[in-house]
DNA sequence: TTTTGAGTTGTTCGA
DNA sequence: GTCGAACAACTCAAA
């Protein structure tokens, strides 16, 4: 009797239902990873996901390894090959994470369906949120659109269960079925331009766990103020970790709690609030993407469709590459394609210069972020630009424009970010540095910056940006009438 | 059904 | 330099 432990975006062995189950039961266990990205529609995993992916199952992997057992690798939609397995292995039973977004959960039917034919017992678990996207419903049966609200509701309703350990060995099945090697996946890109992202980050269940620590130790306290400083090391940076289910939401909201129990006060400090508030924001994305399944691709409010986005490949270009003369802006952008992350204060400041001050199209934005982040998240990502943009859940006021030096000086008070990202200004003394255009040519001169030839000139002037944005909203206002 | 209060993260202007 | 108001109107959630 061999049961398939099938992996997918939860890629742990500590508090997972799955793997648990299958273990638990004694009899022979085959986990197996499927890459198929043609399983995912519209939105298979970006470059920097790719990455991410190949790390964490290489370390999934050793883990396996070190109780007895190993991954077996395969390339293919995921019903053929998980079939094929099926039989190679005489496999009675599938276990798996629930995939909650909308393309996911079908497949997942489907795919149900078709190894039920066969006789295998198939068996779903959610391992990846605090909670069912579908439990949580205003009083009157709707889906909650606002965030406060529904964190209220989650609040009250969460019923954190005691995290289950990872068991210690796992039984091999008599014989391994084939399995490609890692490398033949070819996730990693072919030259070289990861070498940044492997700086910053170490995938993968143990990489997340140190991660969490440091974290707890080191941030938490003081987190409702130093999140928003990109200048320093506030936040969690566990967005990647959570992506592809290297811990359990449960694990971290679990480890909070104990983490402020153990100092001794009643309630929860300011930091940790925030924080816990943070993850559920997260349960909050994947709660609309659930509800709203085509928000990837539409804006949730249907006055948008017909804004007047601008087509400019330069503008956008620029914007990418971190080139807009903005350097608050540009540091974000080039600490994205350096580390595979922003810096989530900063990801608003570059998404709303890009939907307001370059008129571009959010869905745009979006998937250049798709692409680029090690965290990318359908849900996350879709309800973060959608809110930017103003035309999603909670979103923000048409005449909210960041506006980009004014937020530089504020969280990046002594440029510190912006010298480590945009080293070209780096003798720019702090008084200029989030708007070197403003400087006396003689302090120019002194730091060796040349506008237009050693940084960019400003790709539209703040001023005339936020009048053009606000002229633009005020087209689909009232109504569409013009 | 109707009413009421509220809604993540901002900017600018003028007193 | 600091502070409050204005920047609109709409939709949501609950009573």
Known sequence: MTTILWFRSDLRLDDHRAVHSAAARGDAVLPV?????????????GAAGRWWLHHSLESLDESL?????????????????????????DAVRLVCSRRLDPHGAKSDAALKRLLAQRGIEVECFNTSLLHEPSALRTKSGRPYQVFTPFWRALEASLDLGKPLSAPRRIAAPKRWPPSMRLADLALLPKFGWAGGIANVWSPGERGAGRRLEAFLHRALGGYDIARDRPDEEGSSRLSPHLRFGEISPQRVYRAVIDREAARGRNGL???????????????????LLHHFPHTPEKPLRTNFARFPWRRSGSD????????TGY?????????????????????????????????????????????????????????????????????????????????????????????????????????????????????????????????????????????????????IRNGGRE
């Open 327 to 475: 350097p608050y802006v540009d540091a974000g952008m080039r600490q994205l394609w350096a580390t595979g992350w922003m810096h989530n204060r900063v990801r608003m400041a570059v998404a709303s210069f890009l939907v307001k001050h370059l008129l571009i199209d959010w869905r745009r934005g979006a998937e250049w972020f798709w692409d680029t982040l090690v965290d990318a998240d359908l849900a996350n990502n879709t309800l973060g630009w959608q809110w930017c943009a103003g035309c999603g859940a909670d979103a923000a006021p048409y005449f909210r424009i960041f506006n980009p030096i004014a937020q530089g000086r504020k969280f990046d008070p002594h440029g510190a970010y912006v010298r480590q990202w945009v080293p070209e200004l780096t003798d720019l003394p702090d008084r200029w540095i989030h708007e070197p255009w403003a400087a006396p040519p003689e302090v120019l001169d002194a730091a060796g910056v040349v506008p237009g030839q050693t940084y960019p000139r400003r790709v539209v002037e703040h001023l005339r940006g936020r009048e053009r944005a606000l002229a633009a909203f005020a087209r």
């Open 65 to 89: 390894r070190a109780r007895g057992s190993r991954l077996v690798l395969r390339r293919g939609r995921a019903a053929d090959e998980l079939m094929r397995i099926a039989e190679e292995c």
């Open 316 to 323: 956008l270009c620029a914007w990418q590459r971190g080139r």
């Open 33 to 45: 990873y499927v890459w198929s990205p043609e399983d995912e529609g519209r939105w298979p995993m």
């Open 269 to 287: 400090s300011r930091g940790a609030y925030a924080f816990l508030r943070e993850l559920a924001w997260r349960e909050f994305a994947h709660h």
